[in-house]
C-alpha cells in the first residue's frame, strides 16, 4: 500500500515563499517520477510540476515556470516543491502523485495521491 503524505502549506503573504514535502512509503519511490498538482475551489485539478525517477528531468506548468522548483532526495523518498514568488492566483490544496501512466500533465497518468496540503497567498 502506498502512502503520499504533504506538509508545508500555510497562509503567507503575495511574494512569500514557501516549500512543501511529500513523503512516501509503500514500494521503491525512486523507481517512480512524482508530480504535484493544485485544485482551487470550484476548479479542476490541475498539473503544476513532476520529476523523473532520477530527478534529471522536471516538467513545469506555464503559470509556475520560473517561480517553483521541484526536486526529490530518493535517500529520504521525499519529493519537495520550493514555491517563490507566490502570488493569490496560486491559492489552492496542493497534492502530491505518484507517476505510472504516460503523459505527466495528466492526472490520469497517477495513481496514488496524497491527502493534500492547502496553501493560500492573501494579496
Known amino acids: 500500500q502506498v502512502q503520499l503524505v504533504e506538509s508545508g502549506g500555510g497562509l503567507v503573504q503575495a511574494g512569500d515563499s514557501l516549500r512543501l514535502s511529500c513523503a512516501a512509503s509503500?514500494?521503491?519511490?525512486?523507481?517512480?517520477?512524482m508530480g504535484w498538482f493544485r485544485q482551487a475551489p470550484g476548479k479542476e485539478r490541475e498539473f503544476v510540476a513532476a520529476i523523473s525517477w532520477s530527478g534529471s528531468r522536471t516538467y513545469y506548468a506555464d503559470s509556475v515556470k520560473g517561480r517553483f522548483t521541484i526536486s526529490r532526495d530518493n535517500a529520504k523518498n521525499t519529493v519537495y516543491l520550493q514555491m517563490n514568488s507566490l502570488k493569490p492566483d496560486d491559492t489552492a490544496v496542493y497534492y502530491c502523485?505518484?507517476?505510472?501512466?504516460?503523459?505527466?500533465?495528466?492526472?490520469?497518468?497517477?495513481?496514488?495521491w496524497g491527502q493534500g496540503t492547502q496553501v493560500t497567498v492573501s494579496a
Open positions: 502523485a505518484q507517476h505510472t501512466g504516460d503523459r505527466y500533465y495528466s492526472v490520469h497518468a497517477y495513481d496514488y
Open positions: 509503500g514500494r521503491t519511490f525512486s523507481s517512480y517520477a
